[in-house]
C-alpha cells in the first residue's frame, strides 16, 4: 500500500521546523530496531515456512496462505531494511546505485514493498473466507481446499497486488543517479494524484478487507458461540470440529487483530497529514511517522510467532522437525547407553514376569 512511501513524502515536506540530524545514540538504536524486526521475521516466517513443509500432514489450504503471508513478509524484509538502514546512515530517499539499473532498482524496491503488504491482506481475506466455509457450511469447505482452486487463489493474491501497484514504476523516480523520489510529475498535479491514489489503495487493500474480516469472523463466531454445525454427524464428532475450528479461530484472529493494529495508525496518521494538515504541518510529524511505521513494519516480526503460540500443531511440527533430529543425533552418538538400557529393561521385566509366576 502507498502508506510507505506516502509517509516518507508526508513526513519530509511542508514547513521547516528546525529539525536536527538524528545524533549517533538516535541512529544506533534506530538502527538495532530495524535489525531486530529483520531478524525476528526472517527467523519467524522462515520457521513457518520449513515447519509446514516438513510435516505432511500440516499440508493444507490454511496453511498454504499461512506460507503465502510468510513468503511475502520475507520479501518485505529483504528489500525494505536494508534501505531503511541505509538512509538512516546517510540521507533520506539516497541512493547508491545509479543509471538504468538504479532507476528500476529505485522503483522495483517499493513496488515490493508495498506489493508484499498488500499480498499478506489478500491471503488474510482468503483464510477467512475458508474458515467461513468451514464453519458456517461444512459442506462446502472443499470449495476452496482443491489443488487448482487454492492454485489460482494465491497466485491472484500476487497478481491483484501487482496491478494495483504497477503505476509504482512510473511514479517513483531517479534524480540526479543518487535520490530515489515518488513524484507523479511533471505530467500531471503531483498532490492531487498522490492523494486519489492513496485513498484508492488505502480503501481497496486496508479499510475494505478489514470490513470485510469483521463481518465474516463476527458470523464465524456467532455460529461457534450457538455451538451449531450443520450437517449429519456425531455428537462426538461435532465436539471435535467445533474444538478444532476454535483453535484454528484463535490463531487467525489474533493474526487479524495484530494486523490492524499494526497498520491502522500509519494509514489514519497519514489521512491527516494529507486532508487535515495539508502543507500546515506540526513539526512532530517526523517523530510521529518514524513511530507508526516501525509499528507497521513490526507485523512481520510478530505474525510469525502468534502461529506458534495460539496453535498447537505448529508447535508439534515444529518439535517433529527440529527436537527429532536432536534426538536422533543423541542416540546415534551413544549407542552403547541405548543398548544398556534396552538390555536392563529386558532384565526387569524377565523379573517381574517371575515374580508374578510365583
Known amino acids: 500500500m502507498t502508506e510507505n512511501g506516502t509517509a516518507k513524502n508526508v513526513s519530509t515536506s511542508g514547513p521547516v521546523c528546525g529539525f536536527a540530524e538524528d545524533t549517533a545514540v538516535e541512529i544506533s538504536w534506530k538502527t538495532f530496531a530495524y535489525c531486530f524486526i529483520a531478524f525476528g521475521s526472517l527467523l519467524g516466517n522462515s520457521l513457518v515456512v520449513v515447519v509446514i513443509f516438513k510435516n505432511r500432514n500440516m499440508r493444507s489450504t490454511i496453511n498454504y496462505f499461512i506460507v503465502n503471508m510468510a513468503s511475502s513478509d520475507i520479501l518485505f524484509t529483504l528489500f525494505v531494511i536494508p534501505r531503511l538502514i541505509s538512509e538512516l546512515h546517510s540521507a533520506p530517499n539516497r541512493w547508491f546505485i545509479g543509471g538504468t539499473f538504479g532507476s528500476m532498482l529505485c522503483k522495483f524496491d517499493f513496488f515490493i514493498q508495498d506489493s508484499s503488504t498488500a499480498v499478506s491482506i489478500l491471503s488474510l481475506v482468503a483464510i477467512a473466507f475458508d474458515r467461513f466455509f468451514g464453519v458456517v457450511y461444512p459442506m462446502k469447505a472443499g470449495l476452496m481446499n482443491g489443488a487448482k482452486v487454492c ?112 497498520w491502522l495508525p500509519v494509514n489514519i496518521s497519514i489521512y491527516v497529514a494529507l486532508f487535515r494538515w495539508g502543507s500546515h504541518r506540526p513539526c512532530y510529524l517526523r517523530t510521529l511517522f518514524f513511530w507508526v511505521v516501525l509499528l507497521a513494519y513490526s507485523n512481520g516480526c510478530i505474525s510469525p510467532f502468534l502461529y506458534f503460540i495460539f496453535n498447537e500443531n505448529f508447535r508439534q511440527g515444529f518439535r517433529k522437525v527440529f527436537c527429532r533430529r536432536h534426538l536422533r543425533g543423541s542416540l546415534r552418538s551413544n549407542p552403547r547407553s541405548t543398548q544398556r538400557k534396552t538390555r536392563t529393561d529386558a532384565v526387569s521385566l524377565t523379573s517381574l514376569e517371575s515374580m508374578r509366576r510365583r
Not at 198 to 220: G, M, Q, R
Not at 231 to 255: E, Q, T, Y
Open 151 to 262: 492454485g489460482v487463489i494465491l497466485v491472484g493474491t500476487w497478481f491483484i497486488s501487482a496491478l494495483l501497484h504497477s503505476p509504482y514504476f512510473y511514479a517513483y523516480k531517479l534524480y540526479e543517479d543518487s535520490i530515489c523520489i515518488y513524484n507523479w510529475g511533471p505530467t500531471v498535479d503531483h498532490a492531487k494524484v498522490s492523494k486519489i491514489y492513496f485513498v484508492v489503495l488505502s480503501i481497496s487493500l486496508f479499510f475494505f478487507p478489514a470490513t470485510i474480516l469483521t463481518a465474516v469472523y463476527s458470523i464465524i463466531i456467532i455460529t461457534l458461540w450457538r455451538n451449531k454445525i450443520p450437517g449429519n454427524h456425531s455428537l462426538r464428532n461435532k465436539k471435535r470440529v467445533a474444538k478444532r475450528n476454535r483453535n484454528v479461530l484463535k490463531m487467525v484472529m489474533a493474526v487479524v487483530i495484530v494486523f490492524i493494529c499494526c
